[in-house]
Structure formats: C-alpha cells, structure tokens
Nanobody, 124 residues
Framework: QVQLVESGGGLVRAGGSLRVSCAAS????????MAWFRQAPGKGREFVAA?????????YYADSVKGRFTIARDNAKNTVYLQMNGLEPEDTAVYYC????????????????WGQGTQVTVSS
C-alpha cells in the first residue's frame, strides 16, 4: 500500500514561486511514475506534470505550465516535487499528487494512489 502526503501549498502573489512536495511511503516508490494534478473551484481535476522513475527524458507537462513548472523526484527521500515559477491567478487550485498509472499518464482515472491535496492560491 502506498500513501502520499502533499505539503508546501500556500498563498503567493502573481509572478511569484512556490514548491509543493509529495512524500510517499512504500518500498517500491522508485518504480512508480509520479504525477501532479490540480483542481480549481468548480472545475474538473486536470493533469499538470508527470515523471518516470528514472527522470531523464521521462518528463511530461500540460501545455499551460510548460516553461513555468518543473517536476522532479528524489528516490532516496521517496519524494516528488513541483517547482512552480511565474505563478498566475489561473494556477489557483488544490494540487494533488498521484502515483502508479495503469494507462495514460495524462488521465486521472488511471492512477492507483492519490494524496489528500494541498491548496495553492495565487493573488493578482
């Protein structure tokens, strides 16, 4: 069983930066694809970024965050990060960590494990 716990959310002004973290339990963390999704008020949950366990070329980003957000992982610490730069009010959402997709990395329905989410609010 895998447990995911997000942290690092908060309030930031537009143009600012924030890093959210996801700590995972479980002995096989390093083999999982890890991802971040987000859900804004009144909207569905959307894909943000994903990373393969080896990193390298295995990075995937939503078009809306390319060039601003960076996903990274530290397998020694069982942690995945999302560094968010150039934040915009439209990035305001609850950010969720997810692990171990059985299909498309971009589809929330394929992920086996989820965290409880962390709130990110960007003021204009």
């Amino acid at each position: 069983q895998v447990q995911l716990v997000e942290s690092g959310g908060g309030l930031v002004r537009a143009g600012g930066s924030l890093r959210v973290s996801c700590a995972a339990s479980g002995p096989t963390f390093r083999t999982y694809v890890m991802a971040w999704f987000r859900q804004a008020p009144g909207k569905g949950r959307e894909f943000v970024a994903a990373i393969k366990w080896r990193g390298g070329s295995g990075y995937y980003y939503a078009d809306s965050v390319k060039g601003r957000f960076t996903i990274a992982r530290d397998n020694a610490k069982n942690t995945v990060y999302l560094q968010m730069n150039g934040l915009e009010p439209e990035d305001t959402a609850v950010y969720y960590c997810a692990a171990d997709p059985s299909g498309s990395y971009y589809s929330m329905g394929t992920y086996e494990y989820w965290g409880q989410g962390t709130q990110v609010t960007v003021s204009s």
